[in-house]
């Protein structure tokens, strides 16, 4: 007996390779059209105990406003913030603690360094030389770099504030790093928006230093 509908195998084998060919291409462009969920980016704040908020209660620095400030912002809600600051530091810890924090994913650094150094009347061209070693470890590890510079009072002498002052400004010039020019601008030296050591920022100061620097953040992110 005949069959009603004679298969031709050639034909048959060579539809089946055509099909499958199809159905991988279906594969492929699906494969291509999965959405990438990127990383949230993150940013390090490098600093001393002017940031790490040293004699105010947690949630009160200028750091942890920022942080807060930035959960109502669509542009930045998703942003890690990591405050690396450490009390009484130097910018000589500066390359020390960037390398260790890079052992994680990080985008920006926010440096905020050298009021010890200043403070303590330390030889500036060392402090410009930390400050450089750390600026050119981030660039090399692709972090973009932000740095907050830092005013000394009159007592410290003209010849050295001005060197001071000149150090920020020329590693901004030589490495094209944003700059914020002073952190404690329209703190630094008011006697009611200071501690009692009329170094550290009060609560009101905080809210002022952050009031003063979120534009700076928020723009540079």
């Not at 669509?74 to 913030?81: I, S």
């Not at 009347?121 to 090399?140: F, H, R, T």
Request: charged share 25%; aromatic share 10%; proline share 3%.
């Amino acid at each position: 007996m005949k069959d009603l509908f004679p298969i031709d195998w050639k034909q048959f084998a060579f539809l089946l390779s055509l099909s499958c060919l199809v159905l991988s291409g279906f594969a492929k462009n699906a494969e291509k059209k999965t959405p990438v969920i990127s990383e949230a980016k993150s940013i390090l704040f490098l600093g001393d105990s002017l940031t790490a908020g040293y004699g105010v209660a947690d949630g009160d620095s200028f750091v942890d406003l920022f942080k807060e400030k930035i959960k109502s912002n669509e542009k930045l809600k998703h942003l890690k913030v990591i405050n690396g600051a450490v009390s009484g530091s130097t910018t000589a810890s500066c390359s020390q603690r960037l390398k260790w924090q890079l052992k994680s994913k990080l985008n920006v650094v926010f440096i905020a360094l050298g009021a010890n150094d200043g403070l303590r009347g330390l030889p500036v061209k060392e402090s410009k030389k930390n400050l450089e070693d750390c600026i050119k470890m981030a660039k090399k590890s692709k972090v973009e770099v932000l740095m907050a510079g830092m005013l000394l009072p009159k007592n410290y002498g003209e010849k050295y504030r001005k060197e001071f002052s000149q150090m920020y400004s020329e590693l901004v010039k030589k490495y094209k790093v944003k700059f914020y020019p002073f952190l404690l601008k329209d703190v630094g030296g008011v006697s009611n928006l200071n501690q009692a050591d009329g170094i550290h920022p009060n609560e009101k100061g905080h809210k002022i230093i952050f009031k003063n620097i979120y534009p700076f953040l928020e723009g540079s992110l």
